[in-house]
């Protein structure tokens, strides 16, 4: 039979899952985020880095089994000192989307 260490590692490959990073600037137009999502799924991307709470990139992702962690831009950083301005900022970009068959945001 097979070892233990063998064991091990078949269960970390099975484990694996693929993210990527999901930003919306560039200097050309960027297809939008319903097309970029069926290429994530063909893909077997199962995690996302968003650089930003990005709407449309959001309400694309609901439903799915995708794994979200958002990104905050740098530009908010300060006002994120402000407990009143960080909760409304959950609240817009975060709360709004946890719900049944929402955003997966971790």
Avoid: C, F
Avoid at 7 to 17: N, P, R, T, Y
Avoid at 25 to 52: I, T, W, Y
Avoid at 92 to 104: E, F, H
């Amino acid at each position: 039979g097979r070892g233990r260490r063998e064991e091990d590692i078949v269960a970390a490959e099975a484990a694996v899952v693929v993210g990527v990073n999901w930003g919306n600037e560039a200097s050309h137009p960027l297809p939008p985020a319903s097309s970029m999502l069926k290429v994530l799924q063909a893909n077997g991307v199962g995690r996302v880095k968003l650089v930003d709470a990005n709407t449309s990139i959001l309400n694309a992702v609901a439903g799915t089994d995708i794994e979200i962690m958002l990104g905050l831009p740098n530009d908010l950083l300060l006002a994120m000192t402000y407990q009143a301005q960080a909760k409304a900022w959950v609240r817009d970009n975060v709360v709004r989307y946890m719900y049944t068959n929402g955003v997966n945001i971790k």
